[in-house]
C-alpha cells in the first residue's frame, strides 16, 4: 500500500449527524482524492484536491464537504449523514508525474448510515 | 462530460482459454489506466498506457490502447482462477495540470475450473 491510510475503516452512524472520514499520506503526493464505490455505479468522484487548501468538486459532490489543511491529510465531511450516502469510500493519491495520473488507493472505509 | 464503458460486465472464463475484454470513453484521451480490485479489497494498478499504441504486459494480462477508436483492450491469456476479480479502466481527460481520473463500471471476471 502507497503510504495511505483511511480512518475509520468501518462506520455506523445515525441519520442526520455528521461524519468525517480522515486520509493520511506519507509519500508527499500533491493530489488527493475521494471515491465513493456503489455496486453498479463503479467508483464515482466526490471531491479531490491538488495542493494545500485547494480543492474542487467532483461529480457527486453534494451532500459533501472537504478540506486539506496539510499536504499529508484529505479530510471528508458529510454534513448531515443520509441512508443514501452509504457506501464504500477511498482515498486515492497521485503525483501527476510525467502527465500521469495514476493513482493509488487507501483501503477504504465502509460507512453504513442507518 | 466523459464517459468510460466496459464490457462485459461480467464473464465467465473457462480456465485456460483466451479472453479479451474492452473499455471505451467517449473524449479524445491518450492517458488510461487499468486496475484490479479483489472482492472486499482496494484497487491495485496494473497498467499506465500513456500514448496511441502502447501496450504494456505483465504475466498473462496485456492491455494495449487505440486513441483514435477510443478503445482499450484487457487480453487474457489461458485464464487461471487467480485472475479472478473485478477490473476498471480509469480515463483522464487531461484537461490540463489538475487532471482526475474518470472510472468505468469494472468488469468482474470468474475463471472456473
Known amino acids: 500500500d502507497a503510504g495511505i491510510t483511511q480512518s475509520p475503516r468501518h462506520k455506523v452512524t445515525e441519520t442526520g449527524t455528521p461524519v468525517t472520514l480522515r486520509c493520511h499520506q506519507t509519500e508527499n503526493h500533491r493530489y488527493m482524492y475521494w471515491y465513493r464505490q456503489d455496486p453498479g455505479h463503479g467508483l464515482r468522484l466526490i471531491h479531490y484536491?491538488?495542493?494545500?487548501?485547494?480543492?474542487d468538486k467532483g461529480e457527486v459532490s453534494d451532500g459533501y464537504s472537504v478540506s486539506r489543511s496539510k499536504t499529508e491529510d484529505f479530510l471528508l465531511t458529510l454534513e448531515s449523514a443520509t441512508s443514501s450516502q452509504t457506501s464504500v469510500y477511498f482515498c486515492a493519491i497521485s503525483e501527476g508525474t510525467g502527465g500521469a495520473f495514476e493513482a493509488f488507493f487507501g483501503q477504504g472505509t465502509r460507512l453504513t448510515v442507518v | 462530460e466523459l464517459k468510460v464503458e466496459q464490457n462485459p460486465l461480467f464473464l465467465s472464463m473457462q480456465e485456460g482459454k483466451n479472453y479479451t475484454i474492452y473499455c471505451n470513453y467517449s473524449?479524445?484521451?491518450?492517458?488510461l489506466y487499468w486496475y484490479r480490485q479483489d472482492p472486499g479489497k482496494s484497487l491495485e494498478s496494473l497498467f499506465v498506457l500513456l500514448s496511441n499504441g502502447a501496450v504494456k504486459q505483465e504475466g498473462r494480462l496485456m492491455a494495449s490502447l487505440d486513441t483514435k477508436a477510443r478503445l482499450s483492450t484487457l487480453h487474457i491469456t489461458a485464464a487461471v482462477h487467480d485472475l479472478s476479480a473485478t477490473y476498471f479502466c480509469?480515463?483522464?481527460?487531461?484537461?490540463?495540470?489538475?487532471?482526475?481520473?474518470?472510472f468505468g463500471k469494472g468488469i468482474t471476471l470468474s475463471v472456473r475450473p
Open positions: 473524449t479524445t484521451s491518450d492517458r
Open positions: 480509469a480515463v483522464d481527460p487531461h484537461t490540463g495540470a489538475n487532471s482526475k481520473l474518470t
Open positions: 484536491s491538488y495542493g494545500v487548501k485547494d480543492t
